[in-house]
């Protein structure tokens, strides 16, 4: 029996951290393949066609394919993932403001603030004014009616 059975300690310590290597190089490869193959059905600027031929060459030379597709679509790639960041961040501010008005169907406190601060800016309302104004909506108290008014006012 000339099998030779290898064991935990005949591993050496450098083909470990070149096997750890070559395997992340791997996981990597793969996220950049379906990271191009997402980019591909996301860009709006491409026809079928192109949508087509882009995909068959990712897949029948994927080395050169995607390599080709980073190096000559790469910064519009960046800017369609930074785009749907951005449509993402903006619909989950919205979904959390339409929550946290609740049930109460006009504006919150916050968009009433913010409406009085801007009126104040603009110098339609008066410092004395906006105090007033604040403390209402603060005390719970404000509606859009109040801001209405304040607005009707004249600063100067």
Do not use: N
């Not at 192109?50 to 994927?62: D, I, R, S, T, Y």
């Not at 619909?91 to 169907?105: F, P, V």
């Not at 859009?144 to 009707?152: E, F, K, L, R």
């Amino acid at each position: 029996m000339s099998a030779q059975t290898v064991l935990a300690y005949d591993f050496p310590l450098l083909s470990a951290f070149w096997t750890m290597l070559w395997f992340f190089l791997w996981i990597m490869w793969f996220v950049l393949l379906f990271k191009v193959v997402v980019d591909i059905f996301r860009d709006d600027s491409l026809s079928g066609w192109g949508k087509a031929g882009w995909l068959v060459f990712a897949c029948v030379l994927p080395f050169l394919g995607v390599f080709v597709y980073v190096i000559t679509r790469g910064k519009d790639m960046g800017k369609r993932e930074l785009a749907q960041a951005r449509a993402q961040q903006e619909a989950m501010d919205k979904y959390i403001r339409e929550t946290a008005r609740g049930g109460e169907g006009g504006a919150s406190s916050v968009d009433e603030l913010a409406r009085l601060s801007e009126i104040r800016a603009r110098g339609d309302i008066t410092d004395e004014e906006f105090k007033k104004a604040k403390e209402m909506v603060l005390a719970g108290s404000g509606t859009s009616g109040h801001s209405g008014d304040g607005h009707a006012k004249s600063g100067g």
